[in-house]
């Protein structure tokens, strides 16, 4: 081959090549879901409004189970797991339970911790602990282990909620004209004062079909695991 | 055996399949074709594997989406690496054969680019091929390393999510140390070996070739996982974790045992070869070094590479129909899948070191005018290291709850094998006592090995102590001591062979200006960068975290910086290869490097068989500064000489 | 074979001991230096530090292993630079070196000495280990080298404890939490790790899913999590301080972020932790005590018929989790 014929080929390649890498970290590497921004009221309060799902029917993925956050301007129901507050904050935060009940790997975790006063409140109930095995109480839990935070989830507690749960994602209170079983959680806790991003994460075993329960929608983000992140 | 029975077989062209009229080249068997073979092979798995796990719920455990079940993937690969091997043309010899019909000649052309997208029976090939390859694979891992790097800067920013990073970690490491195995046996040891014992030919030209053919394989299916979401397990690829992993997994296990496939066949190749194929007179005192580095490779990669594929094979039949090797919850252990990838991994370790030594060993000579020190020593320092290496590998679990009593066992055969690698340095040592040492860019290469892995080794000694490895283990101070020895010492010994060898391998010479600039920033750059990694360890930093304490950022900004003038450096050997063997192509001389090696006498490139004629081997490849040294071997040898020679191989085989 | 010649006897021999004696010599000075500085201004500042008896036995075997291995790593340094200066090839000269072959004297003295020094690194660090009661690393079910008064049994451990026993810490790692569990104390579970002052310490170490490592950085303790498996190892703290304790072994996707701050305190003040931290979670330990008894090892895929309620039972739950069971049954685990 001549040698222009030789040079354009390398430039081709070359151009390939970088095209290549460019595409291959700004699709993979760099995507991921949206990130919430709580609204922010006087005092340097924030209301984040959660829930979780036991499946996904939004994605590629219908079979797993997640957490939807709600977008505080326009209401809907974001598949996303990352939310940012300010630091310092006083966080309110309300999740609705739509996902049925999974015994703990370890039933320390029924405990709530790191919240204002240690305790939470489910269907207006106050709580402290709950009986992951006994009651079968437990769906999953919001625990930020960067600030202490471990708030079981209440599921709901007969054997015909639990096999009657929502089938559409993201979940709403009524489906077909009939009352879809939930339980309601709200608890608040102060946001660190340090920026930086906390992981949260989920320490119920419902990764389902995954072996000892964490694979799957527990280990990826946007499902049952996320980011806090604190502004300055 | 190095004289040919079948003269017909590997001749050029045109006598072994003249009467057969040639194809298109798009209808041949080759790279077109197996691209092909490929996605209709996936094709054909995957379908095969959703209609097998049809009545089994439990086996979608990727939540129902059609890509995530694993047993259509794993079968999908399956069948893509059979019609990707049958497209390149690997089956057909064998149908052939079976068939009853004249085995083809259209492999051995001459002449040609296309050769080297196919399936070729001729070994000079498949080493350009394996260096091409093999330069792509470092590539690739390498920006990856340079994206873990980026990460690293900060402590508390985060430029990818933690599911990235880890996706990234493992990427790197596997592709490395999957692919990095044949780096220089691969290039190198193929093109070369022959032509360093007088013979026309390897044992097994197929396997060899069909070694390489599955390098791009396992290198692509690797990739693949990150569209399939990455695996976050590591290279080590513990379990249960990696039974727990999603569908990215499956690419890790099958990339990776094929690549096992790969080192078996190809370090078999080079054994027999060795053993077999060497010409009258070419005693195993008389073997190059570079030679015995090699032998001591091929018997690591024939030995511990099955235990890879074993292993990955059992991982994979743990994930698609649950198999409980490696689960403890349902009867197995996660100690088994510990042991056997370390009874692997710790030759492999060895496999990517040893070529190192038999490089530099071969250059020192050559570049101080001097016979080597201690051949001898040499050859046992490499055999040494070859059997104590399948001794130590439970210094990888030292903390892990193995029965106490195995620690100073093992602390004893680890400590023990840095014997004979302690002698490669006294015959680095004796060989340049009174030379005359030419600092040209492959002997900078060689002295750098030298250099680090004097640090790498020496590491290794406060690992294998059992106390210190305490806080050692698992932290960047056995990611600095392993960068030291497989980076600064294997690559860096690719290098010397790049520069040194090319002129023989392409008939062309690399730019020497820029291979200085090269080693210089590759050299600097590297230590800059892993040096401080050894207290970033003792400091408390373990591995593939994305999260630090805040007092090492310093250190961690230094080495990211350190990082990218060395990814610089790999740019500019990049550049300067390209551009000297496909844009300027400067013609070298026969000889550039005035080397007594056996195989500087052919012509650069040497023709398609090598040799005219067997050569007669008459003294060994180190005799510098020897008064009246024959030369190294008689490629002309007259009749009655090549008939006297070939009766005495009997006598020359019980001497030496 | 290669014939081995000793270096010319003649006119070289001079010029011969003189380079062998230079680098010596040049060796000699900068081996003794730098052995001296590191010995006494480096060596006492190397990490892991002096919070634990295992972190301070590790700094002495590092600094012991640097001084036996700075003058071997020199003399190939000081060699490798002494030639490439005084053994460069000029510009006219085009012969070749002479050609030696070999030193037997030279390379059974190598042989010889490089044994000795690496036998006796190994005999080195087998007392190292063995003296300091396994020098932090994890020991496996049945630790040989112990403290006295070690702990072995669940019944041992369950014992109480008073200052100056050996201190009982069960470490569970779970993905991806570190927790406690104090037999000694009523078997309470807890987030945080505190440990009382110049009192050996013994960690249980097992896992509850896929292998862990736990790694207390300033203590020197370094013993892998697994499932199933109970990994002891064993401390002494040394004085007050605060220590960092990190996951050491690839646990998934927040292994990085696996880590927590452990505090070592005066008895006085750890006694007083343990009371507050009991009656904090007196409730969850009373539902652990009834269900999952301490135990060196536990398996969350058994869930005891009496911890079972009618809810579960109706639901068909006997697991804690991650069975292969199908994903599409919402209510399975």
């Keep these: 081959m001549s040698l222009p014929v030789r040079v354009g080929t390398l430039l081709v390649a070359f151009l390939a090549v970088v095209g290549g890498a460019i595409f291959v970290v700004a699709h993979f590497f760099l995507a991921g879901p949206p990130v919430i921004t709580a609204a922010v009221a006087p005092g340097n309060q924030v209301h984040l409004v959660m829930q979780e799902d036991p499946q996904t029917t939004v994605t590629n993925r219908p079979d797993w189970v997640s957490y939807f956050i709600q977008d505080p301007t326009t209401k809907k129901w974001v598949h996303t797991t990352l939310f940012k507050v300010p630091a310092g904050a006083t966080v309110h935060v309300t999740i609705y339970g739509y996902d049925g009940c999974t015994p703990p790997r370890n039933p320390f975790f029924g405990q709530v911790t790191g919240t204002v006063g240690d305790v939470e409140f489910i269907d207006g109930k106050k709580v402290s602990t709950l009986n992951g095995w006994y009651n079968c109480s437990i769906g999953h839990t919001f625990s930020i282990p960067g600030i202490g935070l471990n708030v079981p989830m209440g599921s709901p507690t007969t054997v015909a909620e639990n096999n009657d749960l929502c089938t559409v994602s993201p979940c709403t209170p009524m489906e077909d004209g009939k009352p879809v079983p939930h339980a309601t959680m709200t608890f608040t806790f102060k946001a660190p004062t340090t920026p930086g991003s906390y992981l949260w994460q989920c320490r119920i075993p419902c990764g389902g079909g995954y072996i000892t329960g964490f694979g799957g929608p527990m280990q990826t983000i946007g499902y049952m695991t996320g980011d806090m992140e604190v502004g300055s | ?656 | 074979m290669a014939a081995e010649t000793q270096p010319p006897a003649t006119g070289a021999t001079g010029s011969g001991s003189n380079h062998g004696l230079r680098i010596f010599l040049i060796w000699l000075v900068l081996a003794l230096a730098v052995d001296l500085i590191y010995w006494f201004v480096i060596g006492p500042n190397v990490p892991p530090g002096t919070l634990g008896s295992a972190a301070q036995g590790q700094r002495f075997d590092i600094n012991v292993m640097t001084v036996m291995c700075l003058p071997v790593m020199l003399m190939v340094l000081v060699y490798f630079g002494y030639s490439l200066v005084v053994w460069r090839h000029r510009q006219d000269d085009d012969e070749d070196g002479p050609p030696i072959h070999g030193n037997t004297r030279i390379q059974a003295t190598w042989i010889t000495v490089t044994t000795v020094i690496v036998l006796s690194l190994f005999g080195f660090g087998t007392y190292e280990l063995i003296a300091p009661n396994g020098a932090g690393g994890g020991e496996g079910p049945a630790p040989i080298w112990n403290p006295p008064g070690a702990r072995l049994t669940v019944a041992q451990q369950r014992a109480p404890w008073s200052p100056g026993q050996v201190l009982v810490v069960q470490v569970i790692a779970q993905q991806w939490k570190f927790t406690f569990r104090y037999p000694q104390f009523g078997g309470f579970e807890t987030p945080n790790l505190v440990l009382p002052e110049g009192q050996w310490v013994q960690f249980d170490v097992t896992s509850l899913d896929v292998i862990h490592s736990f790694w207390a950085y300033q203590l020197g303790v370094k013993a892998d999590a697994n499932p199933g498996v109970d990994n002891v190892a064993y401390t002494k703290t040394q004085h007050l301080g605060n220590f960092t304790v990190r996951c050491a072994e690839l646990c998934g996707l927040w292994h990085g972020a696996m880590f927590d701050y452990g505090k070592v305190k005066s008895v006085a003040q750890f006694e007083s932790w343990v009371s507050a931290t009991k009656t904090q979670f007196a409730s969850v330990t009373s539902i652990l005590n009834k269900c999952v008894p301490y135990a060196t090892t536990y398996d969350p895929t058994t869930i005891k018929a009496k911890c079972s309620g009618p809810v579960m039972n109706t639901l068909g739950l006997t697991s804690a989790g991650g069975g292969w069971g199908s994903p599409l049954d919402p209510a399975g685990p």
């Excluded at chain 2, 190809?266 to 054994?271: K, P, Q, S």
């Excluded at chain 2, 080794?457 to 960047?476: I, K, L, M, Q, R």
């Design chain 2, 1 to 656: 055996m190095a004289i040919e029975t079948e003269p017909g077989r590997t001749g050029t062209g045109g006598e072994a399949g003249g009467a057969a009229p040639v194809r298109a080249w798009w209808m041949r068997p080759g790279l077109i074709a197996a691209i092909i073979g490929a996605v209709i092979g996936y094709a054909i798995g995957h379908w095969l594997g959703n209609l097998i796990t049809h009545g089994y719920p439990q086996a979608a455990t990727g939540g129902g989406s059609p890509d995530s079940n694993d047993t259509p993937i794993v079968l999908g690969y399956l069948f893509l690496v059979i019609g990707w091997l049958a497209g390149m043309g690997v089956f057909n010899d064998l149908g052939r054969l079976m068939a009853g019909r004249r085995v083809s000649g259209e492999y051995a052309e001459s002449r040609g680019l296309a050769r080297y997208f196919r399936f070729t029976l001729d070994h000079k090939v498949v080493g350009i091929q394996y260096l091409v390859g093999m330069i792509i694979y470092f590539c690739t891992a390498g920006l990856l390393a340079m994206a873990i790097r980026t990460e690293l800067l900060s402590p508390v920013h985060h430029v990818f999510s933690s599911a990235v990073y880890v996706e990234i970690v493992g990427e790197h490491g596997t592709m490395m140390m999957m692919l990095m195995t044949s780096v220089i046996l691969g290039p190198f040891g193929n093109y070369l070996v022959p032509l360093m014992i007088g013979s026309k030919r390897v044992a097994f030209p197929r396997l060899e070739a069909l070694s390489f053919w599955l390098t791009p394989a396992a290198f692509l299916i690797l990739l693949s996982a990150l569209l399939l979401g990455g695996f976050n397990f590591g290279w080590t690829g513990y379990a249960p974790l990696s039974i727990q992993d999603t569908v990215g997994a499956d690419a890790y296990f099958f990339a990776f045992g094929l690549m096992g496939i790969s080192i078996i066949l190809a370090g078999f190749n080079i054994l027999v070869t060795v053993i077999c194929y060497r010409a009258p007179g070419m005693r195993w005192s008389r073997i190059p070094m570079f030679v015995w580095g090699l032998l001591g490779t091929a018997v690591m990669m024939t030995l511990a590479g099955p235990i890879l594929v074993g292993g990955c094979y059992m991982t994979l039949t743990d994930r698609t129909v649950q198999t409980a090797f490696f689960s403890d919850q349902l009867g197995g252990s996660s100690y088994l899948w510990q042991n056997l990838f370390w009874f692997f991994g710790h030759p492999e370790v060895y496999i990517l070191a040893l070529p190192g030594f038999g490089i530099v060993m071969e250059m020192l000579p050559v570049f101080t005018r001097k016979p080597l020190f201690g051949y001898r020593m040499a050859a046992a320092g490499i055999i040494g290291v070859t059997l104590l290496s399948f001794f130590v590998w439970q210094h990888h679990l030292f903390d892990s709850g193995i029965n106490p009593d195995m620690r100073p066992l093992f602390m004893l055969t680890t400590e023990l094998i840095s014997i004979p690698t302690g002698f490669i340095f006294l015959v680095g040592m004796g060989t340049l006592w009174k030379a005359k040492i030419r600092l040209t860019v492959p002997m900078l290469f060689a002295l750098a090995f030298y250099f680090n892995f004097l640090i790498g080794g020496v590491t290794g000694v406060y690992n294998s102590d059992a106390p210190a490895d305490v806080t050692e283990h698992g932290s960047f101070f056995v990611m600095a001591h392993f960068h030291y020895t497989i980076m600064g010492g294997l690559i860096f010994a690719f290098m010397a062979g790049c520069y040194y060898w090319l002129p023989k391998m392409m008939g062309i010479k690399l730019n020497q200006t820029l291979g200085k600039w090269h080693f210089w920033l590759m050299f600097l750059g590297f230590n800059s960068t892993f040096l401080p990694l050894f207290a970033v360890g003792l400091l408390g930093q373990p591995r593939r975290v994305f999260e630090y304490a805040r007092h090492l950022q310093t250190l961690n900004d230094w080495v990211s910086i350190s990082s990218y003038v060395l990814g610089f450096s790999i740019l500019l050997f990049v550049i300067n290869f390209v551009w000297s063997t496909v844009v300027v192509r400067e013609r070298a001389t026969a000889n550039p490097w005035n080397s007594r090696g056996l195989e500087w006498l052919t012509s650069s490139p040497p023709p398609v068989d090598n040799f005219s004629r067997v050569p007669v081997v008459l003294s060994g490849p180190y005799e510098y500064g020897v008064k009246d040294a024959p030369p190294v071997a008689d490629l002309n040898p007259p009749v009655g000489v090549l008939a006297a020679a070939v009766s005495d191989i009997d006598t020359a085989r019980a001497e030496a």
